[in-house]
Every structure is written in structure tokens, then in C-alpha cells.
């Protein structure tokens, strides 16, 4: 089945303990993201990437970071979590497009609620 | 600034009555569009998306979007509701103009919950 895992789905930390958000997909896409969710402001971007060993930040890049070392992953690193980091995380991915089209849509993981106290 | 609208935080429909959601954009050239529905404790789904061309879009589940370049809008809308169609619904941009987050990414707007009653 085609499919976006992220681990864990729930997660329940303190302020300064590193932790890591694994994503996963099967699908062989190009392109990664990260987005958090939260109340009132839909999904903001976090970090991205077109391709393995290419990652860039998005709008909300600050405390977070990413790597791409391969194709299928792309995981999120919280290196010293904050309270203001609570908030549901979707990793998503597609095929990629540049400036041409076709358009693809994006897939997306089930999401991590993370709580930082 | 490149932002998506979505007016309504809830929609209150009628199982079986017509149902529309609302989304307006502003971007900087041609957008393409999309509708994605996120049901509870899971991840995001694509409804239908439109690239270009008709500007009636049919997607899943019976769900179809009217884009409308002149009032930059693209409703969601579904002629017959039903009770499982209970939901949050996003509206999603992709710019045809990138300043960041590259070409693949997505602008949302803050979503809208969906209620049908029976």
C-alpha cells in the first residue's frame, strides 16, 4: 500500500530533551515536507526537500531540523524542544515538478501530536 | 503576502441538502488548487485539485470545486450531504510563483469543520 508513516503518533516530552519525528514513504517521491498544524492558522510549512541531500526551510523553520540521506526518509529533529513546539505535525510528500507542469498533489502521514512541557 | 481564506471556521448542513465551503485566494500569477479533508485523528486526504482548464472540478466522495479567476475563489461544494462527510476541510495554493518552500509547496488556509446533521 502506498503510504506516508510517521513515528510515534503521540508524544509527550520535556522543555531541552531531544527528540526525533521519523517519516517514511514508499513511494519513491522526489519531494518531502514537514508542516505543523495548529488552531486557527491550518498547516504552516516547516522545512522541505526536492530530493535526497537537498533540504530547505520553510515558514516556521526555527528550532527545528531535518535531513534527507535517503530517498524514503525524512526525519524531524526537535534538538532542544520548547512549550511553544506543542502542535500536530504531517510529514507529506509527492512526486516532484518544477516550473512545468503536471501538478501532483501532496500525500500526507497521520500526523505526530507532540507535547512539550 | 501569498495567503489562502477560508471565512467560515464551521459549516452546519442538513444530511441530504446541497453544501458549499468557502475558500478565496491571493497569489502572484495562475495558482493551482486544491482541496484536501482530514477526518478525525487522521492525516490529511486529497479531495481534487484544478491545474487548468475547466474551471468545474469533480473529485472524490462526490465532492467537486468551482474555480472563479475573477473573485479568485474556489468553493467546495457537494449537492447531497451526508452524515460521514463530517469533517475538516482544508483549502490549499500551490503559487505558480515561488518565493520559498519550493515548487511543490503548499500555502493553507486555516481550515473549516464541516457539520452534518441528520
Known amino acids: 500500500e502506498a503510504q506516508v508513516t510517521q513515528n510515534p503518533r503521540y508524544l509527550i516530552t520535556v522543555t531541552g530533551k531531544k527528540l526525533t519525528v521519523t517519516c517514511s514513504q514508499n513511494m519513491n517521491h522526489e519531494y518531502m515536507s514537514w508542516y505543523r498544524q495548529d488552531p486557527g492558522l491550518g498547516l504552516r510549512q516547516i522545512y522541505y526537500?526536492?530530493?535526497?541531500?537537498?533540504?530547505d526551510k520553510g515558514d516556521v523553520p526555527e528550532g527545528y531540523k531535518v535531513s534527507r540521506k535517503e530517498k524514503r526518509n525524512f526525519p524531524l529533529i526537535l534538538e532542544s524542544p520548547s512549550p511553544n513546539q506543542t502542535s500536530l505535525y504531517f510529514c507529506?510528500?509527492?512526486?516532484?515538478?518544477?516550473?512545468?507542469?503536471?501538478?501532483?498533489?501532496?500525500?500526507f502521514g497521520p500526523g505526530t501530536r507532540l507535547t512539550v512541557t | 503576502a501569498q495567503s489562502v481564506a477560508q471565512p467560515e471556521d464551521q459549516v452546519n448542513v442538513a444530511e441530504g441538502n446541497p453544501l458549499t465551503v468557502k475558500c478565496t485566494y491571493s497569489v502572484s500569477g495562475n495558482p493551482y488548487l486544491f482541496w484536501y479533508v482530514q477526518y478525525p485523528n487522521r492525516g490529511l486526504q486529497f479531495l481534487l485539485k484544478y491545474i487548468t482548464g475547466d474551471n468545474l472540478v469533480k473529485g472524490s466522495y462526490g465532492f467537486e470545486a468551482e474555480f472563479n479567476k475573477s473573485q479568485t475563489s474556489f468553493h467546495l461544494k457537494k449537492p447531497s450531504a451526508l452524515v460521514s462527510d463530517s469533517a475538516l476541510y482544508f483549502c490549499?495554493?500551490?503559487?505558480?510563483?515561488?518565493?520559498?518552500?519550493?515548487?511543490?509547496?503548499?500555502?493553507f488556509g486555516a481550515g473549516t469543520r464541516l457539520a452534518v446533521h441528520p
Open positions: 526537500s526536492m530530493n535526497v541531500e537537498v533540504t
Open positions: 490549499a495554493v500551490r503559487p505558480a510563483i515561488m518565493f520559498s518552500g519550493g515548487y511543490n509547496k503548499l500555502i
Open positions: 507529506a510528500s509527492s512526486l516532484s515538478s518544477a516550473v512545468s507542469e503536471p501538478i501532483y498533489e501532496q500525500y
